[in-house]
């Protein structure tokens, strides 16, 4: 997997890369014409409920459920420039063809396993390559 973005004034491109599967998406730079117009920790933030998204689709499949619908709400706190994020959390609201009990047990099954929350939950080191 891979990532690549190109900033200069008026051009904000973004590739992602999975494989052979290369994919643009649009995020419009900021006012200033420089930079993007949403920052990393949103970012960051849609990845963890992307990600949680798709598993949930997944491992219902693999369930046997019906899932006519996601709902993903996560929010984070961050503070002075330089600081971790903290008080991470997420809800979601799984809508499907069957009991709530099946429902709740997909969706902490999901927690469990969900890449992106595993990832982060465990820590990571990031390298600058130069």
């Not at 999975?18 to 990393?40: A, E, M, Q, R, V």
């Not at 960051?44 to 409920?49: D, H, Q």
């Not at 949680?52 to 984070?76: H, K, L, P, Q």
Request: aromatic share 4%; hydrophobic share 40%; charged share 20%.
């Amino acid at each position: 997997m891979s990532a690549q973005l190109v900033s200069e004034l008026n051009k904000h491109e973004i590739i992602v890369q999975t494989d052979n599967s290369t994919k643009g998406l649009l995020i419009p730079p900021k006012p200033s014409g420089f930079g993007s117009s949403i920052n990393g920790g949103e970012l960051l933030l849609l990845a963890l409920a992307t990600c949680f998204c798709n598993d949930i689709y997944r491992e219902a499949t693999r369930r046997n459920i019906a899932v006519s619908g996601v709902v993903v709400e996560v929010s984070g706190e961050f503070g002075a420039e330089g600081e971790s994020g903290s008080n991470f959390t997420y809800k979601a609201n799984v809508t499907a063809d069957a009991s709530p009990d099946e429902i709740d047990a997909l969706i902490r099954h999901t927690d469990q396993i969900a890449e992106i929350h595993n990832t982060l939950r465990q820590g990571l080191n990031i390298e600058l390559i130069t």
